[in-house]
């Protein structure tokens, strides 16, 4: 058996595993306060930094800046207006620009003001005799002039001391002028540079006589800076073209020798860019917007067209918001002596974006205009038509498949006028053209009997030619009227004029809305001598309004906004001056409101001594044919038979299509009347035919009494 030990005293040590140990750990010493400096260091960097301390502070400057802005530009017109730093100035900027022609002509500006200008201080030399002379005349005259005026006020109240009355009268007014400006002199002295101030701070506010980062957020925008070389080259460098880019990079000059020199140009500058090897022209042309925004303009104030010269663009960049102020009025309605000439005249159409005018030769040149609706395409063809109307010579027929007057001024101008947009009105407008290449045809004949005949010019005129190609109408032989095919009676007679109208001087003028290949066919519009189009809805229509030729050659009438460039045109034509190397050119025309142009057409109509406008005819109604006669001669005294059977035809074809000499003349012999004869040719009178109604009409009041 084990032993077993028996503890006979209580341990009192606790067990090891349940011991707590207590540490004390002893306080910090208390940080060291922050000195008075570093405290009041941050709180003025915190005031100095903050937003509305450096807004204030921007507009201390600003506004301090304006004065001293405005003390500069005073001064410097103060300078140009007395010396010849001016003309000097736009010298130098001429022959940097290589325009000498304008260098030289400011230099002869320039000796001309101070020819001017020594003439004047030659003139300061006998000035104060001259002064003194005078004012010793003007104060003898005066006194003189009150001692009499005194003397009539004595003889009339006989008081005797009324002689000096009216003298005491003028010395006390200048006793009082004296005493005001006394009492005002103090005060203006004091306040008088307060006001010089206040003007000089005007003037440097309006011209924004202050730094970029002067100015407030809103016009820190760089939008309008002026074009510098560095500009274009950082602008094309940003332009996303990778090969461009890399170009810019390793040239020696960072991309200066890409650029010709930057050209005044209107309304704008311009500039020849040359790019390097393995960019293309067109790569630059579609990035039009991001290059304006990288020149800080709008996406319409930079064109991009492709000059003569390999690998070369030219960018033409508007100065900011010059676009969109108007041109002004057109030299049709200011000038009221202007004429025109068919043969060797141009038509003052409007101004190019240079701000030079821009004319358009309509001689043997068949046109098209196309583009939205509600453009201006009414007005600028309208506009081209009433200058040609100022040449007595001009005969016009003219539908207007729109119907709402636009054209009613042409009422004793044109021969033929219709007006309306329903089906009939379009048969009419087809008819028309029927008989122009009837008209061209004798006219051919003509010319092969004797080849040194002249012809009137003939225009025919088709507004919203459009519903005349989609008219779903069919003759009486099955052929319809609209369409693009060789049945198409309207197609086929434009197309005619177009072959073969030009060497008589029968022309065709169109006017379409939203060219399509079924409103607009391939054929016709590429008959046009003179296309232009207004703003449209893609690249596909600018090539089928102005031909795939001009559009890739900068043309771009769907980058054009719509709404906004109302009445600006991209012109290609032969008729037009456009720059070298360029394939088009851009119109904004004059706008002529229909009251204005009222005005013109009655200029034109007092030329042209009364034309009888033949307008559109009911068809149901039976023909009055002495009465037709009578119409198509109007005011004209007499007329060759053959121009009135034209005339007739015209006015209703189905009628009096089979009308020869020998119909006309039985219907006036039925009447008691007959042709006659007027430097060997066959002519029939106003007289006559008033007398053959008159003969007519005294039978039927017979015939009724009876």
């Not at 044109?414 to 089906?423: F, K, M, T, W």
């Not at 519903?467 to 009227?481: H, I, N, Q, S, T």
Request: with cysteine; charged share 25%; net charge neutral.
């Amino acid at each position: 058996m084990g032993d077993t030990v028996v503890h006979l005293h209580k341990n009192t040590d606790p067990p090891t595993d349940t011991v707590t140990t207590l540490t004390v750990v002893p306080e910090p010493p208390a940080a060291p306060p922050v000195p008075l400096w570093v405290r009041s260091g941050r709180a003025i960097k915190t005031a100095v930094t903050h937003d509305n301390t450096r807004t204030a502070a921007r507009a201390v400057a600003r506004h301090s800046l304006y004065v001293a802005g405005g003390a500069r530009i005073v001064g410097r017109r103060a300078w140009d207006g007395r010396t010849a730093a001016r003309y000097e100035r736009y010298m130098r900027t001429a022959e940097a620009a290589g325009n000498f022609e304008a260098a030289a002509e400011w230099e002869e500006r320039g000796q001309r003001f101070r020819e001017a200008r020594h003439r004047r201080r030659m003139d300061l030399l006998h000035s104060p005799l001259d002064v003194a002379k005078g004012a010793g005349i003007s104060v003898g005259m005066g006194i003189g002039g009150l001692v009499l005026l005194g003397i009539a006020m004595a003889v009339a109240t006989k008081d005797v001391t009324d002689v000096v009355t009216p003298l005491m009268a003028v010395v006390e007014f200048i006793n009082l002028m004296i005493t005001i400006v006394k009492v005002v002199w103090g005060p203006a002295l004091t306040i008088g540079p307060f006001l010089a101030l206040l003007a000089l701070w005007s003037v440097g506010a309006h011209q924004k006589a202050a730094p970029q980062w002067a100015l407030p957020p809103n016009t820190r925008t760089g939008e309008g800076e002026p074009i510098t070389p560095s500009i274009v080259v950082k602008a094309l460098r940003d332009l996303g073209v990778p090969a461009l880019r890399k170009a810019i990079a390793e040239m020696g000059d960072v991309g200066a020798s890409m650029l010709g020199p930057i050209r005044i140009a209107g309304c704008g500058v311009e500039v020849d860019v040359t790019l390097p090897s393995g960019v293309a022209t067109n790569e630059v042309q579609a990035k039009r917007r991001k290059l304006a925004e990288n020149l800080t303009r709008h996406e319409h104030e930079v064109f991009i067209t492709i000059p003569e010269a390999a690998r070369t663009v030219r960018l033409w960049i508007a100065d900011s918001g010059a676009l969109d102020e108007p041109i002004g009025p057109s030299p049709l309605v200011t000038d009221e002596t202007m004429t025109a000439n068919y043969k060797t005249g141009k038509a003052p159409w409007g101004q190019d974006l240079r701000g030079d005018a821009a004319a358009l030769s309509l001689y043997q040149r068949h046109l098209l205009v196309t583009g939205l609706s509600n453009q201006g395409k009414t007005a600028s063809l309208r506009a081209l038509a009433l200058w040609l109307a100022l040449d007595r010579s001009v005969q016009f027929w003219i539908a207007d498949l729109k119907g709402i007057g636009d054209w009613a001024m042409f009422d004793g101008i044109a021969q033929v006028l219709i007006e309306g947009p329903s089906d009939d009105h379009v048969v009419q407008a087809t008819e028309m053209v029927e008989d122009a290449v009837e008209e061209m045809n004798r006219r051919i004949e003509e010319r092969r009997r004797d080849p040194g005949i002249v012809f009137e010019p003939l225009i025919v005129l088709v507004d919203e030619a459009q519903l005349a190609f989609m008219c779903p109408v069919k003759g009486e032989d099955g052929r319809p009227y609209g369409g693009s095919k060789a049945t198409s009676r309207y197609f086929m007679a434009v197309r005619k004029i177009h072959n073969q109208g030009r060497a008589v001087d029968v022309l065709m003028w169109q006017g379409t809305q939203d060219p399509t290949d079924q409103n607009l066919p391939k054929l016709v519009r590429e008959g046009a001598h003179t296309r232009a189009s207004l703003v449209v809805g893609t690249e596909s229509q600018a090539e089928m309004a102005l031909g795939a030729k001009a559009v890739r050659g900068g043309a771009a009438p769907h980058l054009l906004r719509q709404g906004l460039d109302k009445g600006t045109l991209v012109v290609a034509s032969d008729g037009i001056t456009i720059p070298a190397g360029q394939a088009s050119i851009t119109v904004r025309t004059h706008f002529i409101d229909d009251e204005p142009a009222a005005e013109v057409a009655d200029r034109a109509k007092a030329l042209r001594h009364g034309v009888a406008t033949l307008r559109v005819i009911d068809r149901d109604a039976e023909r009055d044919a002495l009465a037709d006669i009578a119409a198509v001669i109007g005011e004209t005294p007499r007329l060759r038979t053959d121009e009135v059977l034209k005339r007739l035809h015209a006015l209703d074809t189905a009628v009096y299509r089979e009308w020869n000499n020998g119909r006309l003349k039985r219907l006036l012999e039925e009447h008691g009347e007959e042709p006659k004869k007027s430097h060997g040719l066959m002519v029939v009178r106003r007289e006559d035919v008033a007398r053959a109604l008159a003969n007519r009409d005294a039978d039927g009041s017979a015939s009724a009494a009876e």
